[in-house]
């Protein structure tokens, strides 16, 4: 009999799918609004630890408070002013609205997805989520079709996230992807210790927006030091609200950004295969300010639909696809 299995439930009107893996004492919940990652649990010696500070409950997944674990796609985090200019077209993301601009973190964060497939095997557990709410005329300034696709895994590495974007339509069209979870333990954040590996730290303004070319990227040899995570430290009182870019690869192709609590030993590490990482310890969101640090990988940096530099990584020509994984591993040190 497989440690791996699969169950539906509801939570609220909303689907649930619980991916357990019994032999690792792990537990995902995935619902299908926004093919959010709603918890992640890890039982250890009889003492089950959530490590995903998610919606709390079915109310907060309609709202996304904080996008909490949100897919973000097309686009992650910030488009500034809601404009950009792509193969020399210009976009307005919202239209008649002249004050208080601003859109982030994509289209699909309350879009019910549909459940393309499930699979067990004594290997692992698997479900797809697939959307193709992302066509023309459905979002203002963004005339695209894209078709996504969201494979969660669990198996005996933990869990991973590979996402899909398909471009059916007839043109090029600016697209990335980036996850946006939380991670949390018991006790005082400040304690937690954290590792980015990473060259170069991202300068933004004061909206956020990282500052336009070669100004956007300062090495960590010249960063703050209170900024600079490339060996363990505590996180202390800094506050962290930044991109960091120029990954380091460990030997296995993969880049991984670590949290570990010292007070139980538990640490997760958020793996991508490139791109950037925007690390954040919650000081401005709605609730439980400063109880969770998230991890977001991202395929580019925010803003990079208005940046060349990021234009290869962001296009995708009529007909292709790109496939973004990133994941998180657990263990105990």
């Known amino acids: 009999m497989s440690a791996f299995s699969i169950e539906k439930a509801q939570w609220g009107t909303h689907d649930m799918f619980v991916l357990r893996d019994a032999k690792h004492g792990r537990c995902a919940r995935v619902a299908r609004r926004g093919a959010n990652l709603v918890s992640f649990e890890q039982t250890i010696d009889g003492v089950t630890y959530e490590l995903i500070d998610g919606y709390r409950d079915a109310e907060e997944l309609v709202r996304c408070p904080s996008s909490r674990s ?20 210009s ?4 239209p008649g609205v002249d004050a208080q601009r601003g859109i982030r973190h994509g289209f699909v964060r309350t879009v019910d997805f549909d459940v393309a497939s499930q699979h067990v095997d004594a290997d692992s557990v698997q479900i797809t989520f697939i959307t193709s ?12 079709a894209i078709d996504l696709a969201v494979t969660y895994t669990l198996d005996a590495q933990g869990l991973s996230l590979a996402v899909s974007m398909r471009n059916i339509g007839d ?19 400040d304690t937690w210790e954290l590792q980015v590996p990473a060259k170069q730290l991202v300068r933004t303004s004061d909206e956020l927006i990282p500052l336009p070319g070669v100004d956007a990227f300062q090495s960590l040899d010249q960063a703050p030091e209170a900024l600079d995570f490339r060996k363990v430290k505590p ?38 295969e490139h791109g950037v990482v925007l690390v954040f310890t919650a000081d401005t969101v709605s609730r439980d300010v400063r109880r969770a640090v998230a991890l977001e990988p991202m395929e580019s940096m925010s803003n990079a639909f208005n940046r060349p530099d990021c234009a290869d990584a962001i296009r995708l020509e ?5 496939v973004f994984r990133c994941g998180v591993e657990i263990d105990r040190t």
């Open 70 to 89: 949100s897919i973000m796609a097309p686009f992650a985090n910030r488009i500034a002013d809601a404009h950009y200019t792509f193969d020399g077209k």
């Open 91 to 94: 976009y307005d993301m919202q």
């Open 133 to 144: 709410v992302i066509r023309p005329g459905v979002f203002p300034g963004y005339p695209f």
């Open 171 to 189: 043109t090029a069209a600016p697209c990335f992807f980036g996850w946006h979870p939380y991670f949390r333990f018991d006790g005082d954040l």
């Open 235 to 272: 996180i202390g009182e800094t506050k962290i609200d930044h991109a960091y870019a120029d990954l380091v690869h460990d030997d296995d192709g993969r880049v991984r950004t670590r949290l570990r609590d010292p007070a139980s030993g538990l640490r997760v590490s958020m793996w991508q």
């Open 318 to 322: 009529a007909g292709a696809e790109r």
